[in-house]
């Protein structure tokens, strides 16, 4: 009896060895994380194009849609969750009602102490958005620049050209160890 209960748990190390491989190989899959910043969070901040309202937000919100009144950029931060982690795509789901464009930009502000800050930030990712359809829709790209997070030494943020024809409903931001 006692032999078999040792083949026993030479099966079961066996199957344990084998789970674990498997974790290891599969695992940074797993803790794949997508960022959804809805649009209600975003912040005007008016260009001199966006002067022609008397209001410092000429927008609504309807059902978590941001109804802009006029020409403006809305900007929200990105609350990346760790360091050296990949940003594997970027998209912006919105509504186009017109022949007109919305552009979002991932933009990375590095700084370094004891240098000017008035350096333009990089754009790591853009979108338009495209077509005439009441359907809410996604303008996507895998095409980033310096995908690896580093908080140390950066601001992270995205950026939202809008105007009075457009529907934006947020943007999602895919980030993973790797990128498949």
Not at 96 to 103: A, C, G, I, P
Not at 117 to 132: D, H, I, T
Not at 169 to 177: E, M, N
Request: with cysteine; aromatic share 8%.
């Amino acid at each position: 009896m006692e032999s078999g209960s040792i083949a026993g748990f030479g099966w079961a190390l066996r199957l344990g060895l084998v789970t674990f491989a498997l974790s290891c190989t599969f695992g940074p899959a797993a803790n794949a994380e997508i960022i959804s910043l809805s649009a209600v969070d975003f912040v005007l901040r008016c260009s001199p194009l966006c002067q022609t309202s008397p209001e410092p937000d000429p927008s609504e919100v309807e059902k978590g849609v941001l109804k802009p009144f006029d020409i403006g950029t809305y900007f929200a931060r990105v609350p990346f969750p760790a360091n050296g982690l990949n940003v594997c795509s970027f998209a912006l789901i919105h509504q186009d009602k017109s022949d007109e464009n919305m552009t979002a930009r991932l933009l990375r502000k590095v700084f370094k102490l004891g240098e000017p800050a008035l350096n333009n930030p990089k754009v790591m990712a853009q979108v338009v958005s495209s077509g005439n359809s009441d359907n809410a829709r996604r303008a996507k790209t895998t095409n980033i620049n310096a995908a690896k997070i580093s908080q140390g030494n950066s601001f992270y943020y995205v950026e939202v050209d809008v105007n009075f024809n457009l529907r934006f409903l947020g943007v999602q931001i895919d980030v993973r160890p790797t990128c498949p």
